[in-house]
């Protein structure tokens, strides 16, 4: 397979310096902050195969690492109730014209930064409120999780972006910090497997994504690892509101970019 040169992969490959750094340095965030920009340099499905590779040597590692410390029995009710939305998600972004998918992808995004905004900007600063996940359990909610997780699969299966919707589930199921992390790992190796495989076999693994991709795995190692040494030295909660209204900016250019498709 022949090597293809676009100067349009160069700058998604610098852009992942920034997206794994927050990665590293947050544990999230690198495929939500970076899918306006792979889905408009190679495609909505070509770029979510990318963006699905360019993530699976860390989260197998990490994976593997910490396979001794996961919460078991919670992973195999993540994977249950999201297979089938990730299914949906993966016939979704077959069937779905590429305009639709990327405003899609924007209006996902901005929901995301806009939640998350509201928990770590709006709340503490303006409201002068914290925001606590140990209020009371109710059936009400518990149902809006499952609903939440049912979500995130189809919209894991369609733009590998359901990470803040699966996290809503995961956060209650799972108290301990250490364990939560590493479950959350292996939720990611078993979703991304399963999208990979059917990435494969769509056709989506393309001379452009193996060209766009081998100038990316560099420096997302890069971003990767500068990341999670700076975790000692940045305050995060300062650095994550940034991170989330750049967030916003980035859905709301994605929206406006494609909506005039439909006007």
Known sequence: MDFIFAIEYVYLALYQL?????????????????????????????????????????LIYLGLKQIKNVAWKDL???????????????YLLQAVPADVAKLAIGVIVTGIAIM???????????L?????EDEPDTPFKKAMRYVALAFGGIVHGAFT?????????????????????????????VLNAMNSYKHYTAGYFTAEMWSALALALPCA???????????????????????????????????????????
């Not at 972006?161 to 589930?169: D, K, Q």
């Not at 030295?233 to 439909?262: P, Q």
Request: aromatic letters at 12%; a positive charge.
């Open 76 to 90: 195999g009710k993540i994977v249950l109730v999201c297979t089938p939305g990730l299914l949906i998600g993966q």
């Open 116 to 126: 998350n905004i509201y928990k770590t900007i709006i709340l503490p600063l303006v």
């Open 128 to 132: 002068k409120k914290e925001y606590n």
């Open 18 to 58: 920034f997206a794994f750094f927050v990665q590293g340095l947050t544990g999230f965030g690198s495929t939500v902050l970076a899918a306006p920009f792979h889905t408009s340099v190679l495609g909505p499905a070509t770029g979510t195969a990318y963006a699905t590779l360019l993530c699976a040597p860390t």
């Open 221 to 263: 190692f890069i971003g990767l690892f500068v990341g999670m040494r700076m975790l000692e030295k940045v305050e995060k909660i300062t650095f994550l509101r940034a991170v989330y209204v750049l967030l916003l900016i980035i859905g709301l250019n994605s929206i406006y970019s494609n909506i005039g498709a439909f006007l």
């Open 161 to 189: 972006s359901g990470g803040p919707f699966i996290t809503i589930y995961t956060l209650q199921a799972v108290k301990d910090k250490e364990k939560f992390r590493n479950t959350m790992t292996c939720v990611w190796v």
